[in-house]
């Protein structure tokens, strides 16, 4: 017993006595984009950064903090996660757009998310200078993921681009393979579709290879590609290729993009491969390599359709507490913050694994899976869209023992990662599931 005492007291001091982990993330930043120009016009530390760290918030270069933080040297501290922060992106903090990173969960080192930082920082210089680089996130929610057609093309596509990176004397061939590919995929999907990757790759994929410029990192591209649902998280990689592609091919090209942001990353790289010597230009793929991804494909589909029912399944049958909203007759929840990284398609609706807030004029619900939770929320929608024409029922899973307090039509319930609060309410409680149902509500009208 005096050893185990022993040893837990030398892990107290250790935790003591180790620097603080928000500090080392924003002086990396500041080394970081202290080294190099990262893009035309960016300035990273021109940008207020946020880091919830599990504890605290901690929030470097702003301009006037908003109330709750308090002064400490170098920075401005809020006791636990401030309300704006939870997720890597970019929010309103105080009046002024500001870059937020979640460091709560242990394993990455400073380094490696101060390139995430940048990669968020990099996003509000987006949407100041290039508003147009964006996609509607609502589209990726209805895209064909299981159309084996498509996704055969698509993996063919992919991989004449990670040739292109891997293969520089053929680089020039495999781009222009690349793109013949996309050309027609793209001819045969709705226009939407084409749209959200082109706008993404702007959006999402330049503030990624941004990312990997600050970590002295190259994209790579699997040789199996994605899953087919992982459409989004392809662009990641996808986006980045081009732009390290372009590196090679023409450099200086953000220069070009600066002058002119309605250019998609596809023509400028179609210019740039047009203009590379021929050699190498015999590059194709085989009927062999062309069938055997195709036949790969159809499985994948296949298995995607029988996913969404095992996957609701799952959901359904999550031990520990549930707590179900049930809206008004015509009266929907209406989607007010979601995570596109973390929604899947299942049967019957939506499932939420990292980040949810729904609500309307009655009040709202916040769920958000952070340390020491392990919840997700299910969404079923109204009408053709799953989440944007508005919610009828929501269920949040995997609770510990809320606390539930209903007073004159007024409905609250806390646990850890779930915040619920609504007016004009009634719940029931049948075992370990909570039951809100709302007797009103419209659209949200302000906050």
Same mark, same amino acid.
């Given at each position: ?67 709750? &933080? ?21 929010? @309103? ?26 990669? !968020?920082?990099?996003?509000? &210089? ?12 609502? @589209?990726?929610?209805?895209?064909? &993921? ?12 992919? !991989?004449?681009? /990670? ?40 959006? !999402? ?116 507490? /549930? ?14 913050? &979601? ?7 299942? @049967? ?20 958000? @899976? ?78």
């Amino acid at each position: 017993m005096k050893r185990l005492a022993f040893l837990a007291a030398l892990c107290a001091l250790a935790a003591a006595l180790a620097p603080e982990r928000a500090p080392e993330i924003e002086r990396e930043v500041q080394r970081i984009a202290g080294s190099r120009a990262l893009w035309p016009g960016f300035e990273p530390l021109a940008i207020p950064l946020a880091v919830y760290d599990g504890q605290r918030t901690w929030l470097f270069r702003h301009p006037a903090p908003p109330e709750g &933080f308090a002064p400490v040297p170098g920075a401005h501290v809020y006791p636990g996660r401030h309300p704006a922060v939870t997720s890597n992106t970019s929010e @309103d903090l105080g009046g002024t757009v500001s870059a937020t990173l979640m460091a709560d969960r242990p394993g990455a080192a400073p380094a490696e998310l101060a390139a995430v930082a940048l990669h !968020e920082a990099f996003h509000v &210089f987006q949407r100041r200078r290039h508003p147009g680089w964006q996609a509607n996130e609502g @589209d990726l929610l209805l895209y064909p &993921f299981d159309n084996a057609k498509l996704l055969g093309r698509r993996r063919l596509e992919s !991989e004449a681009l /990670r040739r292109a990176l891997a293969e520089p004397k053929t680089a020039a061939c495999w781009a222009r393979q690349f793109l013949a590919w996309r050309r027609e995929r793209f001819a045969a999907i709705d226009p939407a579709f084409a749209a959200y990757e082109r706008g993404t790759e702007l959006n !999402e994929g330049l503030a990624q290879y941004i990312q990997l410029l600050a970590a002295g990192r190259t994209p790579e591209i699997p040789a199996d590609e994605f899953a087919a649902a992982e459409v989004r998280h392809r662009i990641y990689t996808t986006g980045p290729a081009i732009a390290f592609l372009l590196d090679r091919l023409r450099p200086g090209w953000q220069a070009s993009l600066e002058a002119d942001d309605k250019k998609l990353l596809e023509d400028l790289l179609a210019g740039a491969a047009a203009e590379a010597k021929r050699e190498g230009d015999d590059c194709a793929f085989t009927p062999a390599e062309i069938e055997r991804v195709e036949r790969v494909a159809r499985a994948d589909t296949a298995a995607i359709r029988a996913g969404r029912t095992a996957r609701r399944q799952a959901f359904d049958a999550r031990p520990g507490w /549930r707590v179900v909203i049930q809206a008004a007759e015509g009266r929907p929840l209406w989607p007010q913050g &979601f995570d596109p990284l973390n929604v899947e398609l299942v @049967d019957g609706g939506l499932l939420h694994t990292r980040f949810l807030r729904l609500g309307n004029d009655a009040g709202k619900a916040e769920a958000i @899976d952070g340390e020491g939770t392990d919840l997700e929320a299910l969404t079923e929608g109204i009408g053709p869209h799953p989440l944007f024409n508005g919610v009828r029922r929501a269920a949040i899973a995997g609770l510990p023992k809320p606390e539930i307090r209903s007073e004159g039509g007024t409905v609250e319930i806390h646990a850890p990662g779930l915040s619920l609060r609504f007016e004009n309410a009634r719940v029931e409680v049948r075992g370990t599931e909570a039951v809100v149902s709302l007797q009103g509500g419209g659209p949200p009208t302000g906050g």
